[in-house]
């Protein structure tokens, strides 16, 4: 199976490398459009910061090839928050996959960033199978998706929002799943099966 790991500057890039050499997976880093359309799946990480990675992919058309993607594909952190149609960090208009608005945190009482393990629930998808409801995984980030028609799973962290998100071949998690143990495992697992 061939895994292509979207390059574009994002940080942590090495523990998603290494959580798929796990399951015995040798993924490719690239940004070369040929190979990521070749791939049987694609995963959109990252840590960073909005506006830098959107004029990234841009200056390598990798934003016209991620929504053009017809195999499964799933983002994660930035990726998830770069697949939704605006980020409020620095005012950032992004790949508008999902309809959905990013947000900052706003609290006095919680600590941003969120940073930790936290619960998923409502799972409304096969890449949570065999998952107990309520599983921690683990999250670092200030920025949130909102809850709407793309939500498949939730946390609670200020107020509700969006776990995790899908819109037909795209997938998209706004914890870590490379650092979220057997529940990160698992749902990557899930994940590499999908058709």
């Known amino acids: 199976m061939q895994v292509a790991i979207i390059k574009y500057n994002a940080g942590n890039i090495q523990s998603v490398i290494y959580a798929l050499n796990r399951l015995g997976i040798n993924p490719t880093?690239?940004?070369?459009?040929?190979?990521?359309?070749?791939?049987?799946?694609?995963?959109?990480p990252g840590v960073g910061e909005a506006s830098t990675a959107m004029q990234y992919l841009k200056g390598r058309q990798?934003?016209?090839?991620?929504?053009?993607l017809k195999q499964p594909i799933l983002g994660i952190c930035l990726g998830l928050q770069l697949m939704c149609s605006h980020s409020e960090e620095n005012d950032t208009t992004c790949l508008g996959i999902f309809k959905q608005q990013v947000k900052?945190?706003?609290s006095s009482s919680h600590k941003v960033p969120h940073i930790g393990w936290n619960s998923i629930m409502d799972y409304k998808s096969s890449l949570f199978d065999q998952l107990v409801n309520?599983?921690?995984?683990?999250?670092v980030h200030s920025f949130y998706?909102?809850?709407g028609e793309h939500t498949i799973a939730q946390t609670d962290y200020v107020l509700p929002f969006s776990a995790a998100l899908q819109r037909d071949n795209f997938q998209a998690?706004?914890?870590?799943?490379?650092?979220?143990?057997?529940i990160g495992e698992q749902i990557l697992k899930n994940f590499l099966t999908q058709t």
Not at 62 to 68: C, E, F, G, R
């Open 29 to 44: 880093l690239t940004d070369e459009p040929e190979k990521i359309l070749a791939a049987d799946k694609v995963i959109f």
């Open 62 to 68: 990798l934003d016209q090839v991620i929504k053009k």
């Open 104 to 106: 900052k945190f706003n």
């Open 134 to 139: 309520n599983a921690f995984v683990y999250y």
């Open 145 to 147: 998706a909102e809850v």
């Open 173 to 182: 998690v706004q914890f870590h799943p490379e650092k979220s143990g057997q």
